[in-house]
């Protein structure tokens, strides 16, 4: 079966833009999360969304924020780009929330 | 706060010498611990899921181990293509669904 889908691969905003990145999950799986990676600080979890509610939330500003639509898939959003969002957005698909997480292959933002 | 550290932070083996990587945690009740396997540029794969004390879990050359503080991940006899990142990540019994992770282990087998 299909994979987590995420699009853009990559991405290059400039300081100050926002941007929206999309996450298809795997058919059948209600819980999408996101996580942040960078070398300095890892991956951190930003939000996890449920049946198109976010159940909880990471410890980020609130300039990220996300959505979820009624057919699972999930988009995340940054508004007013800044240099340190720059990192890799992964997307992780879970039938539950509760159950094991399957990662999608990212979306490589770079913000100059 | 739920803590999760790694170690070594990297390993260089020699095909076939077998070694193991450390996951040491702190959560107030631990619901799961997952193993993934991270190639550059890449998303984490999914290997392993560990629920209590005493689990043990096997795939090809990996074998996960969990006791209440740490888990271990065992490599047998590693192939070059074993080389990777492999991260360790708890979930707490919380009902807060986020995943911590550690920072990983780089592995690196020489042939």
């Known amino acids: 079966k299909a994979g987590v889908t995420q699009t853009p691969r990559y991405l290059i905003k400039t300081r100050g833009q926002q941007v929206t990145l999309s996450c298809s999950p795997i058919s059948g799986h209600r819980s999408v999360s996101w996580y942040q990676q960078t070398p300095g600080q890892g991956l951190q979890f930003l939000f996890e969304y449920f049946s198109e509610t976010q159940r909880n939330k990471g410890n980020f500003p609130g300039r990220f924020s996300g959505r979820q639509f009624s057919n699972s898939r999930s988009e995340m959003n940054v508004s007013t780009l800044e240099l340190g969002d720059s990192a890799l957005y992964l997307c992780a698909s879970s039938f539950s929330g509760f159950t094991e997480a399957f990662f999608g292959q990212g979306t490589r933002l770079t913000v100059v | ?111």
Do not use: M
């Open chain 2, 1 to 111: 706060e739920d803590q999760v550290t790694q170690s070594p932070e990297a390993l260089r083996l020699q095909e076939g010498e077998s070694s193991s990587l450390n996951c040491s945690y702190t959560v107030s009740g631990l619901r799961g611990l997952f193993w993934y396997r991270q190639d550059p540029g890449k998303g984490p794969e999914f290997l392993f899921t560990l629920y209590s004390a005493g689990e043990e879990k096997e795939k090809e050359r990996l074998k996960a181990t969990l006791t209440k503080k740490e888990s271990f991940l065992h490599i047998t006899a590693p192939k070059p293509e074993d080389s990777a990142t492999y991260l360790c990540a708890v979930q707490a019994d919380t009902g807060r669904r986020a995943l911590t992770f550690g920072s990983g282990t780089r592995l690196q087998v020489q042939p």
